[in-house]
T-cell receptor, first 112, second 111 residues
Framework: ETGVTQTPRHLVMGMTNKKSLKCEQHLGHNAMYWYKQSAKKPLELMFVYSLEERVENNSVPSRFSPECPNSSHLFLHLHTLQPEDSALYLC???????????FGPGTRLTVL | EDQVTQSPEALRLQEGESSSLNCSYTVSGLRGLFWYRQDPGKGPEFLFTLYSAGEEKEKERLKATLTKKESFLHITAPKPEDSATYLCAVLGGTSYGKLTFGQGTILTVHP
């Protein structure tokens, strides 16, 4: 595997389900990010982790819970989501805070 | 608060017809301006980073330029495979790694 990978690529869940999105980066980077991309809206930063420590939480509802067990892996735990949470969730990584970010392919989430 | 506005929202070109995409920005302490390309159903693909006014970067048919208020992505003699959404983002000096993105320009190149 190379670059940034995300699983699953597609996810359909009910409002009462609990699911997790997984991201893995194979680039040796120190920072990882979660973004949300909704139709007709710019990419929105959700969370930033640097060396496994959360350094930014962009006012995201508590039904989204990130976890970074090590510098290569990032999870986004989802529970009691709303239909308006349906979107493409993108993971990214970068060498440091000022370097270009490399994105994974995304998880297309649909909340019924 | 950092802001990015891209224009036009959509651009349709004939193959070989050169044009430019615009990215206007306001940011507190620019640490970098980034251009990405995004194909449908995929994550953004990094193209360029520009750090200071006057800087230019080139890659194949694409050339990015930067002033103190805006950036241009010039596309020379485009081909149908250049069709994609082009995203501009800025990194300001106030927080760690927080990119602010524009809404993107959807480019369609017809053969």
């Amino acid at each position: 595997e190379t670059g940034v990978t995300q699983t699953p690529r597609h996810l359909v869940m009910g409002m009462t389900n609990k699911k997790s999105l997984k991201c893995e980066q194979h680039l040796g980077h120190n920072a990882m990010y979660w973004y949300k991309q909704s139709a007709k809206k710019p990419l929105e930063l959700m969370f930033v982790y640097s060396l496994e420590e959360r350094v930014e939480n962009n006012s995201v509802p508590s039904r989204f819970s990130p976890e970074c067990p090590n510098s290569s892996h990032l999870f986004l735990h989802l529970h009691t989501l709303q239909p308006e949470d349906s979107a493409l969730y993108l993971c990214a990584s970068s060498q440091d805070s000022a370097a270009q970010q490399f994105f994974g392919p995304g998880t297309r989430l649909t909340v019924l | 608060e950092d802001q990015v506005t891209q224009s036009p929202e959509a651009l349709r070109l004939q193959e070989g017809e050169s044009s430019s995409l615009n990215c206007s920005y306001t940011v507190s302490g620019l640490r970098g301006l980034f251009w990405y390309r995004q194909d449908p159903g995929k994550g953004p693909e990094f193209l360029f980073t520009l750090y200071s006014a006057g800087e230019e970067k080139e890659k194949e048919r694409l050339k990015a330029t930067l002033t103190k208020k805006e950036s241009f992505l010039h596309i020379t003699a485009p081909k149908p495979e250049d069709s994609a959404t082009y995203l501009c983002a800025v990194l300001g000096g106030t927080s760690y790694g927080k990119l602010t993105f524009g809404q993107g320009t959807i480019l369609t190149v017809h053969p």
